[in-house]
């Protein structure tokens, strides 16, 4: 078990800023995981850990150990990636040790790794068989079982299932989760998949354009997101968000305006360099909106014609057009909004509903994206 560190390190490629002064330190044993946009640095960010790429400047350090000019092999570090890279005309034992093959180590404790990688995967059966018989699963167990051999301090996985079908991400997603907590590894893993992030991080990093727009616990960052990247990012479907504008600021709250709602009156806000009259953007999850009956005393409330019905077996999602109300960045596109029903929801495309929300579970953004809303409980067990 290592920590890793990031100090200041930034990466250019020619002319592109692939990595802005990002500060980062992983404590031993946890499991972090990477998201963000395609693009934004997550494989590079993998890559300069493991020594693949070089920096233009700062340091990586792992367990206090300057490595930032050590070889990849020498960082004790293995990486996992998307696709495979077995070596077909070898065996699954052959592609386990060969790792420890090429650093000269004795056979009976080649065989010994390989044995006790194989037991941790289940692949005992299949040791013997060349990756091409063996299935999509079994192959990403092989890469992993690679990794397993050479007892690194740090695991790297760079989308290491994003080649399997669902039902298979999802088995893996669990076993990766418990070689995790057998093993005890510091574990850094990429994806673009928020279920892979929300459900095996003990810690997420969002990252956006090279730099780090966020570090906490997955339920953390879902409910309080520190800016409007981070909220719009993390959740699928997306958080609903409206134009609105600050009518006026003071010590006690916030008073919003937004067309097709009624006025909102916000407390707890940081209306540090917030004015009147500034744009502010309003966020409600999908699951924080419930259709209602006029009068139920849930406030706002705003008329919306459904347009597509999805029945998630026990939710129920509901794309509706919420004209005249400004909504932008929503799953469904501007002037929509998604509602999360948690139930079965007998509504038909074309009804009218009226939809409203709690002012608890609104967001509200400043101008820079900034979100101004007080801290929301984490859900606990
Ligand atoms: N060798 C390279 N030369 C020039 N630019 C590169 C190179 N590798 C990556 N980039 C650029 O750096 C940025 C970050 O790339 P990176 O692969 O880290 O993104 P990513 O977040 O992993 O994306 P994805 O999710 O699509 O894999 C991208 O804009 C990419 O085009």
Redesign the pocket.
């Known amino acids: 078990m290592s920590s890793v560190e990031l100090r200041k390190v930034d990466k250019h490629?020619?002319g592109?800023h692939?990595l802005k002064t990002v500060d980062l330190k992983i404590e031993k044993g946890e499991f972090v995981v990477m998201v963000?946009?395609?693009?934004?640095?997550?494989?590079?960010?993998?890559?300069t850990i493991a020594g693949l790429?070089t920096i233009n400047s700062g340091q990586i350090v792992i367990n206090g150990r300057d490595v930032t000019r050590e070889e990849p092999g020498d960082r004790g570090i293995a990486m996992v990636f998307q696709s495979y890279a077995l070596y077909p005309h070898m065996t699954v034992a052959e592609n386990m040790g060969f790792g420890l093959r090429m650093a000269n180590r004795p056979k009976a404790e080649i065989d010994a790794a390989v044995k006790r990688a194989a037991q941790i995967l289940r692949l005992e059966e299949q040791l013997g068989k060349r990756p091409k018989q063996l299935s999509g699963g079994q192959r990403q167990r092989v890469a992993i079982g690679r990794a397993i051999t050479r007892s690194p301090e740090v695991f790297l996985f760079?989308?290491p299932l994003s080649n399997l079908d669902a039902a298979l991400r999802t088995q893996m997603r669990v076993e990766l989760s418990g070689l995790h907590t057998q093993l005890g590894s510091t574990m850094i893993y990429?994806t673009?998949d928020q279920v892979e992030a929300m459900t095996m991080a003990d810690r997420i990093v969002i990252?956006n354009k090279?730099r780090i727009e966020q570090i906490g616990s997955p339920l953390e960052l879902y409910a309080n997101p520190a800016n409007i990247f981070v909220a719009g990012f993390l959740g699928a479907p997306r958080m609903n968000f409206i134009e609105a504008k600050a009518v006026s600021v003071d010590a006690s709250g916030v008073s919003v305006a937004a067309a097709g709602l009624p006025a909102l009156s916000l407390g707890g806000i940081d209306v540090t360099g917030l004015s009147a009259g500034d744009a502010v953007t309003i966020g409600i999850r999908p699951e924080g909106l419930r259709v209602v009956e006029a009068g139920d005393g849930v406030m706002p409330v705003f008329s919306s014609q459904v347009r597509l019905v999805e029945q998630l077996g026990r939710d129920t999602v509901l794309y509706v057009d919420a004209s005249p109300l400004q909504t932008t960045n929503s799953d469904s596109g501007t002037g929509n909004f998604t509602l999360q029903l948690n139930k079965v929801s007998t509504v038909a495309v074309g009804a009218t509903l009226r939809a409203g929300f709690e002012t608890g579970d609104a967001y509200l953004f400043g101008p820079d994206g900034r979100t101004l809303t007080p801290r929301k409980p984490v859900a606990s067990t």
Do not use: F, N
Not at 36 to 47: A, D, N, R, V, Y
């Open positions: 490629y020619a592109y692939a963000g946009p395609s693009g934004c640095g997550k494989s590079t960010l993998l890559k790429e760079d989308e990429v673009h990252l090279g």
